[in-house]
Each structure stands twice: as structure tokens, then as C-alpha cells.
């Protein structure tokens, strides 16, 4: 379906990607650190020019919502709601983990049927995600709920036999799933795969209104925590 765009910022490199009419996908993958400048919205408006499509002809878009960077995440959210207020279209919420788990899936699908997703690692903790694959390699969270993991409390790894982590992957977690004999496969994020995973939602009737968005952040982002220990008491702006 020509029109659908995707949007990829939840990690520190984003990407932009569309449905051509002629059924073709064209990315962008700007350059630099979108903490410092704006990148998405130049690259979104760069990206229909390359796809020859306007922006009447934008039909839904897709955003991977996490977990993720706490900027990159926000930039990206706010910027599909605006555009889907804007347009009056509606989102696709992909959760980030599926990105990661179709970016490697030639890796593990046929040969298994699910896979484990690690983000959002900090210390000796990570959020962990099993995602399933079907007979189509159609992808889907298992659970609706994120599960946290860490080395004093471990759940098993269940069945599956690859987990998607990346360097961040506490140390004991990984040499868990090593003695598990589990394959450990670095993730990868493009805007390409959030828009193959969206394509088939969108198939499924699975939409929402961009006004419901929210970020899948598992715990307390860092931003929030030192404003509150730094103003335990409140923040008052001197007159």
C-alpha cells in the first residue's frame, strides 16, 4: 500500500522510509546525532520528494515507540502525532522490539518460531520482550506486558534459542544465555522494517488514534530522575 510512511528514532541513529506506488520502499537514513540538531522532519519531507509523494497522498504512519533513547523517542512521537492530526490519519504503533527481532529475522525464521528481545539494559537489569513468528514470519509480541529481568530475580528464557541484545546486555544475562546455548544476534533498527511490520498491521485493521501515542519507556528516564533529585521538593521559578 502506497502512502504509509515509517518512522524508526528510538535509538541514536533514525531513518525514514515510505511506500512508493510502484510498490518500491525508498529510506533515508540522515546523518548526525538528532540530540543536536533536527533530522527527521527535513528527512520526512526529503523522503516523499525521492517517492514522488505528496502530502495528500500519506495515508497512515508508522512509529517504532520504544523502548528506546528518551529524545529520540519523544522527537519521533510527536512528530507522527502532529502529522497525523495535521493530515487526519492514523498511526501505526509498532513496538521497537519487533523492529529489532525483523531486522535479523533471515537470521532465525524458519528455523525457530520465537525469539527474545533485550532494550532499554541499565546495569545489572534489562527489559526483555519474546516475540513469535507465525507460518507467514509475521511477527507479535506474546504479551502485552514488559517483563524485567535481573540477575537476583531471572525468569528462564523459555524455548526460544536466540536472544537479540545488544553491547548493553548485562553481563550476567549474557552468560546465562550463553551457558543456556542460546545465539546472541546484535539488533538493528530501519524505518524499512518498522514499515514491513506496520504493512501488516495495518492489514489487520491494527490503527490507533495518534492522540493514544505513548512511549514505551520501562522505567523512569534518566531526564526524569535527576529533575527530581535535584528539585526534591519541587521546581519555582524565581520572579
Not at 538528532?34 to 526529503?46: F, H, Q, V
Not at 497512515?60 to 487526519?88: D, Q
Amino acid at each position: 500500500m502506497h502512502g504509509l510512511l515509517a518512522i524508526e528514532s528510538s535509538q541514536r541513529a533514525i531513518s525514514v522510509a515510505i511506500r512508493c506506488r510502484d510498490g518500491s520502499i525508498v529510506q533515508r537514513n540522515p546523518i548526525g546525532d538528532p540530540r543536536e540538531k533536527d533530522l527527521l522532519l527535513p528527512a520526512i519531507i526529503a523522503l516523499c520528494e525521492d517517492a514522488n509523494i505528496a502530502r495528500g497522498d500519506l495515508r497512515a504512519i508508522a512509529i517504532s515507540t520504544g523502548p528506546g533513547g528518551f529524545t529520540g523517542l519523544r522527537v519521533g512521537i510527536a512528530t507522527a502525532k502532529g502529522m497525523c492530526e495535521a493530515l487526519s490519519i492514523p498511526a501505526i504503533d509498532v513496538p521497537s522490539a519487533i523492529v529489532a527481532a525483523m531486522g535479523v529475522r533471515s537470521q532465525w525464521w524458519p528455523r525457530s518460531r520465537e525469539v527474545v528481545v533485550a532494550l532499554a539494559a541499565k546495569g545489572d537489569e534489562c527489559w526483555m520482550t519474546t516475540i513469535d513468528a507465525d507460518e507467514a514470519g509475521e511477527l507479535s509480541v506474546r504479551s502485552a506486558q514488559w517483563s524485567r529481568w535481573n540477575v537476583e530475580n531471572a525468569i528462564g528464557f523459555g524455548s526460544a534459542m536466540v536472544l537479540i541484545a545488544d553491547d548493553h546486555l548485562p553481563v550476567e544475562i549474557r552468560q546465562r544465555a550463553i551457558e543456556t546455548g542460546m545465539t546472541i544476534l546484535p539488533p538493528t533498527f530501519q524505518a524499512s522494517e518498522c514499515l514491513a511490520v506496520a504493512e501488516a498491521m495495518l492489514l489487520r485493521g491494527e490503527v490507533t488514534d495518534s492522540a493514544g501515542l505513548r512511549v514505551r519507556y520501562p522505567r523512569e528516564p534518566e531526564a526524569v530522575t535527576i529533575w527530581r533529585a535535584r528539585y526534591p521538593d519541587g521546581f519555582t521559578p524565581k520572579k
